[in-house]
């Protein structure tokens, strides 16, 4: 369900700045993911079918916005460093350490695919540039894999926005029950590398868990 608070703040800024004020919103919600894309970028593409702001525009402002808000995670994630972004995120509201979690370890799997694609992932999308600060990951790479996976997204649902009118926000209902299914499968993806880890780490030990020693020369 839309909140209307959001909505309604979400209009406002659009009324004030025009396509800016689209870009601004999502780069808000990049680094605050509680903030909902399937509000902000369907309300843009409404907005720009009534005439409130080019349909261009705002393709290229939600994108540049998307841009910014991702490359201040980056710095973030970048200047923290792994455990102080933790705690930090610990402390923020409606942020999820397990969240974090599941996002690191998906970017410690697929390192520049997880940020393309990852745009295109409710809460990744936002989160996934923290690890790829954290590790440090090349400034022009994540620049355009984050412009490219974010044109994508964006415009689809900018688009759904400016076609559906009025309708816009049935696109929400379809991307909470998108989101469900993709977390719910990271969570699941994210149990099967700790299993693995743990096998190998237990494969490796000897009795007791130590590994065992080498067999010394006999000194007879």
Same mark, same amino acid.
């Given at each position: 369900?839309?909140?209307?608070?959001?909505?309604?703040?979400?209009?406002?800024?659009?009324?004030?700045?025009?396509?800016?004020?689209?870009?601004?919103?999502?780069?808000?919600?990049?680094?605050?993911?509680?903030?909902?894309?399937?509000?902000?970028?369907?309300?843009?593409?409404?907005?720009?079918?009534?005439?409130?702001?080019?349909?261009?525009?705002?393709?290229?402002?939600?994108?540049?916005?998307?841009?910014?808000?991702?490359?201040?995670?980056?710095?973030?994630?970048?200047?923290?460093?792994?455990?102080?972004?933790?705690?930090?995120?610990?402390?923020?509201?409606?942020?999820?350490?397990?969240?974090?979690?599941?996002?690191?370890?998906? !970017?410690?799997?697929?390192?520049?695919?997880?940020?393309?694609?990852?745009?295109?992932?409710?809460?990744?999308?936002?989160?996934?540039?923290?690890?790829?600060?954290?590790?440090?990951?090349?400034?022009?790479? !994540?620049?355009?894999?984050?412009?490219?996976?974010?044109?994508?997204?964006?415009?689809?649902?900018?688009?759904?926005?400016?076609?559906?009118?009025?309708?816009?926000?049935?696109?929400?209902?379809?991307?909470?029950?998108?989101?469900?299914?993709?977390?719910?499968?990271?969570?699941?993806?994210?149990?099967?590398?700790?299993?693995?880890?743990?096998?190998?780490?237990?494969?490796?030990?000897?009795?007791?868990?130590?590994?065992?020693?080498?067999?010394?020369?006999?000194?007879?």
């Amino acid at each position: 369900m839309i909140d209307s608070g959001t909505t309604q703040w979400v209009t406002g800024l659009m009324g004030t700045l025009g396509a800016p004020g689209a870009g601004l919103a999502v780069a808000l919600e990049n680094i605050f993911p509680p903030l909902p894309s399937e509000v902000i970028l369907p309300l843009a593409g409404f907005t720009a079918s009534t005439g409130g702001m080019n349909l261009y525009a705002a393709l290229l402002w939600t994108t540049l916005g998307s841009v910014v808000g991702a490359l201040a995670l980056y710095g973030i994630g970048a200047a923290l460093g792994r455990e102080r972004v933790t705690a930090v995120a610990a402390k923020v509201p409606l942020v999820k350490v397990a969240d974090i979690e599941k996002t690191e370890a998906w !970017f410690e799997r697929h390192g520049a695919k997880a940020v393309f694609f990852g745009r295109m992932i409710p809460v990744f999308r936002s989160l996934i540039s923290v690890p790829a600060g954290v590790e440090r990951m090349r400034l022009p790479v !994540f620049l355009t894999l984050t412009a490219l996976g974010s044109a994508l997204w964006n415009t689809a649902f900018v688009l759904a926005g400016f076609f559906l009118g009025e309708q816009w926000d049935v696109v929400s209902g379809y991307v909470s029950t998108y989101s469900k299914v993709v977390l719910a499968a990271a969570g699941l993806a994210l149990l099967v590398l700790v299993g693995i880890r743990v096998f190998r780490s237990s494969g490796t030990s000897g009795p007791g868990g130590r590994a065992p020693e080498e067999a010394r020369p006999d000194r007879s």
